[in-house]
């Protein structure tokens, strides 16, 4: 999915139609600092989403299933990506695994550039890199596992859009820059150890 917005993250800014005027008070998840077994990653989801989330206790769990069968029928004339950053998300397919510096993260509210806020559903996969214009600020790519839209009401405020000063193909380049060593293998699953020590941290709600 192309990333082409953003909003205010933890001084991280998302590109991704849509989370342009995602409500970023509705919006959460868990983020990785490490390599991360995807069943993991899911399950520390999951439970995450049952912490904080009215909405998403109502949706179906997420699965492992339903992130790979995503990635593995992604359109790219449909959804444009540039090779190497496609290749970190069949990385993802092909060992189950994500890599350092990536979040699997939900948004729960949508103000589009109309008169109406809407209730979503929104699962997602975000790749956090550096962004070399702004030194206290990311890139994230996001591809969308889940999208649904629940109800609607009048819209009653509007969210600032940032569009960002790279193009979306020097974005690209720089995220598979960024996600060399783990498209390659060279970025190796963590121990037990750091995977317990890891399940404890980099957790975030509202």
Not at 98 to 108: K, R
Not at 114 to 133: A, K, N, Q
Not at 197 to 202: A, D, F, P, Q, V
């Amino acid at each position: 999915m192309k990333p082409v917005c953003s909003v205010s993250l933890f001084l991280v800014v998302l590109f991704l139609p849509g989370f342009a005027t995602a409500d970023n008070s509705r919006l959460a998840g868990v983020e990785f600092s490490e390599t991360t077994d995807l069943s993991d990653a899911v399950e520390r989801f999951n439970a995450q989403v049952n912490r904080i989330s009215k909405v998403g206790r109502a949706q179906p769990p997420l699965t492992v299933d339903e992130i790979v069968a995503s990635i593995r029928a992604w359109d790219r004339k449909r959804n444009p990506i540039a090779p190497g950053l496609l290749a970190v998300f069949h990385r993802i397919a092909e060992t189950q695994t994500l890599p350092a510096d990536s979040a699997i993260m939900f948004t729960q509210g949508w103000t589009p550039n109309g008169d109406y806020e809407f209730t979503v559903w929104w699962v997602d996969i975000c790749l956090y890199y550096p962004r070399p214009d702004r030194e206290d600020s990311k890139f994230v790519y996001v591809h969308r596992i889940r999208d649904r839209t629940i109800s609607s009401r009048p819209r009653q405020k509007r969210i600032a859009v940032d569009s960002g000063l790279l193009t979306l193909p020097e974005r690209e380049r720089l995220a598979a820059k960024h996600f060399a060593a783990f498209i390659s293998g060279a970025d190796a699953k963590q121990s037990s150890d750091n995977k317990a020590e890891n399940r404890n941290t980099h957790s975030r709600g509202n």
